[in-house]
């Protein structure tokens, strides 16, 4: 069992920045994602990390601003998010990808990943 549990989110001006944390209970040995969900809207993919941390993905309306990164002594995945926008208002979710061997893969759909935190929401006003 892997317990995920992000902080970081907050209120934030247009064009500002937050850095969003993941802590794991265990050695983050696994891809792992950045996803977001609007009330009403499916989960996005918004960033994911290879388990050799050598690939990272992004998705399309984020590409440039945010970036994703893991600190391995820690058990901790983050997610800085630069020239935010109010459309990037959301909860935002960490997850692990347990199902893959692949050490440079990301995957970017939903049911690839295992374990989800509880999210933490994320708020820029315009």
């Known amino acids: 069992q892997v317990q995920l549990v992000e902080s970081g989110g907050g209120l934030v001006q247009a064009g500002g920045s937050l850095r969003l944390s993941c802590a794991a209970s265990?050695?983050?040995?696994?891809?792992m994602g950045w996803f977001r969900q609007v009330p009403g809207q499916e989960r996005e993919f918004v960033a994911g990390i290879s388990s050799n941390d050598l690939t990272t993905n992004y998705g399309d309306s984020v590409k440039g601003r945010f970036s994703i990164s893991r600190d391995n002594a820690k058990n901790t995945v983050y997610l800085q998010m630069n020239m935010l926008k109010p459309e990037d208002t959301a909860v935002y979710y960490c997850?692990?990808?347990?199902?893959?061997?692949?050490?440079?893969?990301?995957?970017?759909?939903?049911?690839?990943?295992?374990?989800w935190g509880q999210g933490t929401q994320v708020t820029v006003s315009s």
């Open positions: 265990g050695r983050l040995r696994y891809a």
């Open positions: 997850a692990a990808d347990l199902g893959t061997t692949a050490r440079f893969l990301v995957r970017t759909t939903i049911n690839a990943y295992t374990y």
